[in-house]
């Protein structure tokens, strides 16, 4: 193979217009068996990646029904597309499995004229925020629960273990750590999913991530540029506008990607779907914004890598722009990857705005072959020129289970926990005690339902510790049904324990629920993924904040209630 600059050169000198375009998106690829439209996107239209979300059957919509912007992203849909019900979860497929189904797309990919090989990207924050947990792979604490323990090699060490896992099936880049700065305890977008409302913290964590990242050959992405902690809305249902002094925001907001991209350490950035009046007082959406991709972060901060959109068609986005120029306006501000998660023909829709845009000039050659070089550069150091990114099955699903990464994940998982109050003193737990569990069942739960993502984890490891544990779970939605049963079984019980979680996703409020059962007389341990008021009602008197409900979480939190030292 000739070397990368060659190989470059003469893939810009032989892509037509419409494959130029391809090359600039970023598609969803939502659930777990393929279909003719992506089939054809790969083909014929030589789309650059896929976004993978394997749990959803197919892309729900951002905005809410009577939302500004709805019409440019609802569309009839039409044959070939995929016209299933969005809330019956995917097929399940093992780790093994799923890498069959990447590797095949890929090889369609390599089997195109050009043989440009297709990435695939994917969100792993740790904690709930991963869109894949077949059984082995590691459940670490959220961004902020990692943070706790300070510790950067442990950071390091972790995210590199989870790196590899995600290399052996099939992922090459994930977009992640986020390096927003959570300094608004309500946001309901952030959150946990911040290392920390210290900016410094917030570099340093991030920085051991990357090494990480890197270090287990994963593409890592800094989100969301120039900075959503301060955000009290979200990004994803509607337009936000965060305002501060330019100082201020430089001194904590941006002050991650100023450090870090001047250590040349970040191979790419997300931008933030926000307005940021400070920095562009033209009042642009971030991800168009000239002043803040070009003159701010390429200019400014001197960063060359690749620059990706979030899914573009977010709320904020689609209130004032169509979806065909909302592409065309982010790759003009100096965006690299337009990302676009939808089912339906929106993605044609895109890539023929690209197409038409870079046919009539309005996006220069020089402009796109820009964002192409840096595109094919980062793949090319990625080492996914050399044989598609496809890899090897066989013995996979054994591979996750490696003992000394789950190690890693262990030691994550109990540094992360910590008491946030104990006001009556009730820990730790004894192991003669009745002790009612009632178990809030989150959405990876729901989706994954297996052996090792599952409701009832909780009280099958706190079984270990006491075989006196009894258990009813919970969703908002079956409060009442729930709160029958609680009432026939918590009188006999001793101490109850309840799981309460905090999802973005989710606008539901469990606060009522929780503080009701003090009902009882009992004392109630809150056992809760976030430690913000937004999860934690202040009623409760004893708090045990968990940073993750997912496997290795609950397997820790199991012996902390019962080790916890009084304070």
Not at 409 to 438: F, G, N, S
Not at 511 to 523: A, I, Y
Request: charged share 25%; glycine share 6%; hydrophobic share 40%.
């Amino acid at each position: 193979m000739s070397g990368k600059k060659q190989t470059i050169d003469a893939l810009l000198g032989a892509l037509t217009p419409e494959e130029k375009a391809g090359q600039l998106m970023v598609l969803g690829l939502n659930g777990t068996l393929s279909d003719p439209d992506t089939e054809l996107l790969i083909d014929k239209y030589c789309i650059s990646g896929l976004r993978t979300s394997p749990y959803i059957r197919k892309f729900v919509r951002y905005l809410p029904d009577g939302a500004p912007g709805l019409q440019n992203v609802l569309r009839p849909p039409k044959l070939n597309e995929k016209l299933w019900e969005e809330k019956i979860p995917a097929p399940y497929l093992r780790a093994s499995e799923y890498a069959e189904l990447l590797n095949r797309l890929r090889q369609r990919a390599m089997d195109r004229k050009h043989g440009i090989p297709l990435h695939t990207a994917f969100d792993y924050e740790s904690g709930e925020g991963s869109n894949y947990v077949p059984p082995g792979l590691l459940t670490l604490p959220s961004p902020m629960g990692m943070a706790r323990s300070r510790d950067l090699d442990l950071i390091r060490r972790a995210y590199a273990a989870v790196g590899r896992q995600l290399k052996a099936i099939g992922i090459d880049h994930v977009h992640s750590p986020v390096v927003d700065v959570n300094t608004n305890p309500l946001n309901p977008e952030i959150s946990t999913r911040s290392f920390d409302p210290d900016p410094q913290v917030v570099t340093d964590c991030a920085r051991a991530a990357l090494q990480g990242w890197k270090e287990a050959g994963v593409i890592a992405t800094l989100k969301h540029y120039p900075g959503r902690g301060e955000t009290a809305k979200d990004s994803h249902y509607g337009l936000t506008a965060i305002n501060m002094d330019k100082e201020t925001y430089y001194r904590i907001h941006l002050a991650p990607y100023v450090k870090l991209c001047a250590e040349k350490a970040v191979p790419a950035i997300m931008p933030a779907h926000s307005i940021y009046p400070m920095l562009d007082p033209t009042e642009e959406i971030a991800t168009v914004s000239k002043r803040i991709i070009t003159g701010i972060l390429r200019e400014e901060l001197g960063f060359n890598g690749v620059i990706t959109t979030d899914s573009m068609t977010m709320g904020g986005l689609m209130a004032k722009y169509t979806v065909g120029e909302a592409v065309v306006k982010a790759i003009e501000a100096g965006v690299d990857l337009v990302l676009l998660k939808d089912d339906n023909s929106l993605r044609f829709e895109a890539h023929q705005a690209l197409a038409d845009a870079i046919r009539s000039g309005r996006l220069s050659e020089a402009r796109v072959a820009q964002s192409l070089r840096r595109i094919w550069s980062l793949k090319w150091s990625y080492g996914l020129f050399k044989n598609g990114g496809i890899v090897k099955t066989k013995g996979l699903d054994q591979r996750l289970f490696d003992q000394e990464a789950h190690a890693v994940e262990a030691e994550a998982a109990a540094r992360a926990i910590h008491v946030l109050r104990d006001r009556p003193h009730v820990l730790p737990l004894r192991r003669d005690q009745k002790i009612l569990v009632v178990d809030r069942v989150t959405m990876t739960q729901m989706f994954t339902n297996d052996s090792w993502n599952h409701p009832a984890m909780l009280w099958e490891f706190m079984l270990q510790q006491n075989p006196n544990v009894s258990y009813i779970d919970y969703q908002p939605k079956t409060f009442p049904a729930t709160a029958k049963m609680i009432d026939q079984v918590a009188p006999q019980a001793d101490v109850i324990v309840v799981t309460g979680s905090y999802d973005r996703n989710l606008h539901d409020s469990t606060d009522q629920f929780l503080v009701g059962l003090k009902r009882f007389g009992k004392p109630v341990v809150l056992v809760s993924n976030n430690p913000y008021p937004i999860a934690v009602p202040e009623a409760v008197d004893t708090v045990v904040v968990s940073h993750s409900l997912l496997r290795a979480g609950m397997q820790a939190v199991s012996k902390f209630l019962f080790e916890a030292q009084k304070s």
